[in-house]
């Protein structure tokens, strides 16, 4: 099938290369000339496992290619993938200016039957908008061309993207054209021959399955941290209890672990967006606002952990001479993206503290730098930064970090002190180790201590 896909991002990129892998003919386009000419040269602007070597083996085999040119890539195609961002708006909405150009820029290339599917993470409506844009652009053109409208949101993991779309647990697709659906059921059909989840629903419902799922996954991160911290109080081990929880089958374990706050490009937006579109609807949603309050609150518990542990009676500098080592910057694991991401705040906060601050992440240090600037200290050495260091923060979850060093970490610190934001650790065996080790939801007291 001869595809087109608008937006070089993260979702175009996966969605592109995963669709080549499958056989068919794939066009991506993005306004971005820099962008473009890098992925023709092999240069791909995220890390993704598994995507750089999926991208250049499809480009080699032809099935891929890169353009700026909108309008070629709009005739070459059966169906036009719309992938672009929808960031928020200063109300929190998510802004549908790319969203509606891409439609109205296909409304005036198109030159046969199209199927345009909205890829991006869109509010409830917005297919009926990117239908009147592309009408208005066929009627200004004075024609008359036949063209579908598709809802078929992303559920990918970043870190695992090639996996979840190659291997979906489901695809959804909003359509209200039976001939549509058989195409669109035709194009995922390879990836479904395990098992075939493919879920066709109204247009409208497929948009709010999205907002419904990632809201759903946040509420349960957020419920959880609230969790950890009434079982610091009670004495109480927070990982006991998600073991208890989670082996009820109403339950789960997924997404149960406390940590400090989550996200990345699509719980912090989805979560806002769907708030401001209750509020559109005169919906007061207000387990939404818990959820983001609670998550705006937790990035804050490792900084206050480590001001309580090592603060000075100065009320605005409390960590001025303490150094600081953060193990992970990314908002998770396997991935670059720091949108969002809860080491931001953390670092931010013991700046503001003056605290000096060294980092260190597997693949998320060229991020940090437009965050921090010179401000914090690098490293390629998860161990360099520990040297002379009052205390190391285990922000993300790398699992170079789970199984550590300890003889070396205890060595290098001034103090053995750890502040796990991911309760990576046994706390016994810190404190048989010598540690004072402070994890999320566990210990009573707050800290687990073995130091002398």
Request: include cysteine; charged fraction near 25%; aromatic fraction near 8%.
């Amino acid at each position: 099938m001869k595809i087109c896909i608008f937006g070089a991002g993260y979702v175009g990129l996966v969605a592109a290369a995963c669709f080549a892998e499958s056989g068919n003919s794939v066009i991506t386009v993005d306004i971005d000339r820099a962008r473009i000419e890098g992925l023709k040269q092999g240069i791909i602007p995220i890390y993704e496992p598994g995507l750089k070597e999926m991208i250049l083996r499809n480009q080699g085999e032809g099935r891929l290619s890169f353009t700026t040119d909108l309008e070629e890539a709009v005739k070459a195609s059966l169906v036009c993938f719309i992938a672009v961002g929808t960031p928020p708006g200063e109300d929190g909405s998510a802004d549908l200016k790319y969203v509606l150009g891409v439609a109205r820029d296909i409304g005036r290339s198109m030159n046969s039957f199209k199927i345009v599917v909205d890829k991006s993470t869109v509010p409830v409506g917005t297919a009926d908008k990117v239908r009147a844009a592309i009408q208005e652009e066929l009627t200004s053109r004075g024609i008359d061309l036949e063209f579908d409208v598709v809802s078929n949101p992303e559920f990918l993991k970043e870190g695992a993207a090639i996996d979840d779309f190659m291997k979906p647990d489901r695809v959804v697709i909003g359509c209200d054209n039976v001939r549509t659906a058989e195409i669109m059921k035709e194009l995922y059909d390879p990836f479904m021959r395990k098992q075939n989840r493919m879920i066709v629903m109204d247009i409208r419902s497929a948009e709010m399955t999205k907002y419904a799922a990632n809201a759903m996954l946040a509420t349960r991160i957020s419920f959880m941290n609230q969790i950890a911290g009434l079982c610091e109080r009670m004495g109480a081990d927070v990982m006991a209890v998600r073991e208890g929880i989670g082996s009820d089958s109403r339950i789960g374990y997924d997404f149960l672990f406390p940590g400090p706050g989550y996200g990345g490009s699509c719980f912090p937006k989805d979560v806002k967006a769907l708030i401001k579109t209750a509020e559109e609807s005169n919906y007061d949603f207000l387990l939404l606002k818990a959820v983001e309050e609670v998550n705006e609150l937790q990035k804050e518990i490792l900084a206050d952990k480590l001001i309580k542990l090592l603060g000075s009676p100065d009320e605005e500098q409390p960590l001025t001479g303490r150094i600081i080592a953060c193990w992970g910057l990314s908002f998770k694991p396997r991935t670059d993206d720091m949108r969002e991401a809860p080491a931001i705040t953390i670092i931010e906060r013991l700046l503001a503290a003056g605290a000096s601050v060294r980092a260190h992440d597997p693949e998320a240090l060229k991020e940090a730098r437009h965050h921090f600037g010179e401000r914090i200290e690098y490293s390629n050495n998860q161990y360099d930064i520990l040297n002379g260091a009052d205390a190391l923060t285990i922000i993300t979850d790398w699992s170079e970090y789970r199984n550590p060093d300890f003889d070396r970490i205890k060595a290098a610190l001034r103090s053995p002190t750890i502040v796990d934001g991911r309760n990576l650790y046994k706390p016994d065996r810190m404190a048989a180790g010598g540690f004072s080790y402070v994890p999320l939801g566990r210990c009573s007291g707050d800290i687990c201590t073995g130091a002398k």
